[in-house]
């Protein structure tokens, strides 16, 4: 089945600096990547999101960037903001489907 | 803003007992998931349910699972003896078009068992 690797584990920035969370994953038929956050106490909400056929993606202060080739894509968040502090899950489909197979989680603390 | 809600926000049981967890997907969706967050872990797929039947589970889904969508609203899973190790936050998601596409999650349920 798939597998996806997401680091780093915890991530602490200044607020205005950019911080950059990296994902693997294993089956190179995957098509679809997905960024979801989750703020404390909530259920996972999607921020962005990727399809095979483009390499970048932008929505405002957020970018995600996919290579194909080495199976990995990744979340940009420019200006930083106490806001944007949660926790960021990298995903990508099971082979059939079905469902979402999700990265461990990266924590991302933004201080003033 | 649609949304999808679940009930109860909180459930405490003792070990051996059955839960009912319930899920009121987003209205025009089709597709529903249940997944689970052990504290401070990821978050885990069980189980998805597309046209009044489990369309994928995972190896955490086993006899002891079931789900079920009584109405045409609801959606509920059922833990029947719970365990030690099934505490854990439970979310229910939606999608109006399968996997490949935004999934809603509701805001959870923590379950504890005791």
């Known amino acids: 089945g798939e597998n996806v690797e997401q680091h780093p584990s915890t991530l602490s920035v200044q607020e205005g600096d950019s911080a950059v969370i990296k994902c693997t994953y294993s089956d190179s038929a995957s098509n679809y990547f997905p960024w979801y956050k989750q703020e404390l106490g909530k259920g996972p909400q999607l921020i962005i999101d990727i399809r095979s056929n483009v390499g970048e993606k932008k929505d405002q202060r957020i970018a995600v960037t996919l290579n194909k080739t080495a199976k990995h894509f990744s979340l940009h968040i420019t200006e930083t903001q106490p806001e944007d502090s949660a926790v960021y899950f990298c995903?990508?489909?099971?082979?059939?489907?079905?469902?979402?197979?999700f990265g461990k989680g990266t924590s991302l603390l933004v201080t003033p | 803003e649609p949304e999808v809600t679940q009930t109860p926000s909180h459930q405490v049981t003792q070990m051996g007992q059955e839960v009912i967890l319930r899920c009121v997907p987003i209205s025009n969706h089709l597709y529903f998931y249940w997944y689970r967050q052990i504290l401070g872990q990821k978050v885990e797929f069980l189980v998805s349910?597309?046209?009044?039947?489990?369309?994928?589970k995972s190896e955490i889904f086993d006899d002891q699972f079931s789900v079920e969508r009584p109405d045409g609203s609801n959606f509920t899973l059922k833990i029947r003896s719970t365990k030690l190790e099934d505490s854990a936050m439970y979310f229910c998601a939606s999608t109006n078009r399968g996997v490949n596409t935004e999934a809603f999650f509701g805001q959870g349920t923590r379950l504890t068992v005791v």
């Open positions: 349910f597309y046209n009044n039947e489990i369309s994928e």
């Open positions: 995903a990508a489909p099971y082979p059939s489907g079905y469902a979402l197979n």
